[in-house]
């Protein structure tokens, strides 16, 4: 399977809110509610940050939020914070226990 | 509090194997899946595979289906992989990650990740 496809890169200033996407097909995006966005700073393992689609694990700010529309799925983080400036991966499940992510968005708070 | 803990850097000649250990702990193994993730350097995550603690149901990505092997020792909740016939595109920190344990995704835990370096 290929790829989600996502913004090599995103950049708001604090206090602002920005959107990343993230866009499959009919065969994962689309097809299952079980996207998961993960946020990882250099040198650090990934820690998700919101799943099936619009969860947020327990401890995670409400800053983030996600939502779909049909293939793509978006990531929309609101009241930027210099501690938000990292990369952020979306993945979903693709069927049949396959999982593919995103490439990945370097997320810049100016 | 679950915890994922793997082993060390390793650096290999193309052509060897390498296995890496993802230990847990704070959770019950066999209730869950582990997903193998890699990323090489200054690029994104690549799902590797996916095993079932469970059940030992496995599904590995196409592109390493052939020279990849996951498996799971339920007696001391660790998970391992191997990569076979090293290549100097195998440079990369491997994550193990959990997951439901009848379905690949929602990577929740995450280990600390263990660099590998394949050169001559």
């Known amino acids: 399977q290929s790829a989600l496809t996502q913004p090599p890169s995103a950049s708001g200033s604090p206090g602002q809110s920005v959107t990343i996407s993230c866009t499959g097909s009919?065969?994962?995006?689309?097809?299952?509610?079980?996207v998961s966005w993960f946020q990882q700073y250099p040198g650090k393992a990934p820690k998700l940050i919101i799943y099936?689609?619009?969860k947020r694990p327990s401890g995670v700010p409400d800053r983030f939020s996600g939502s779909k529309s049909g293939n793509t799925a978006s990531l929309t983080v609101s009241g930027l914070q210099s501690e938000d400036e990292a990369d952020y991966y979306c993945?979903?499940?693709?069927?049949?226990?396959?999982?593919?992510f995103g490439g990945g968005t370097r997320l810049t708070v100016l | 509090q679950p915890q994922l803990v793997q082993s060390g850097t390793e650096v290999k000649n193309p052509g060897a194997s390498v296995k890496v250990s993802c230990k847990t702990s704070g959770y019950t193994f066999i209730n869950f899946g582990i997903n193998w993730v890699r990323q090489a350097p200054g690029q994104g995550l690549e799902w590797m595979g996916w095993?079932?603690?469970?059940?030992?149901?496995?599904k590995y990505t196409q592109n390493l289906q052939d020279r990849f092997t996951m498996t799971t020792d339920a007696s001391t909740s660790t998970a391992y992989m191997e990569l076979r016939s090293l290549r100097s595109d195998d440079t990369a920190v491997y994550y193990c990650?959990?997951?439901?344990?009848?379905?690949?995704?929602?990577?929740?835990?995450w280990g600390q990740g263990t660099l590998v370096t394949v050169s001559s």
């Open positions: 099936d689609v619009t």
């Open positions: 009919s065969s994962d995006v689309g097809g299952y509610n079980y």
């Open positions: 095993i079932s603690a469970y059940n030992g149901d496995t």
């Open positions: 993945s979903s499940y693709a069927g049949s226990n396959n999982l593919v």
């Open positions: 990650a959990t997951s439901f344990k009848d379905r690949s995704d929602r990577c929740y835990y």
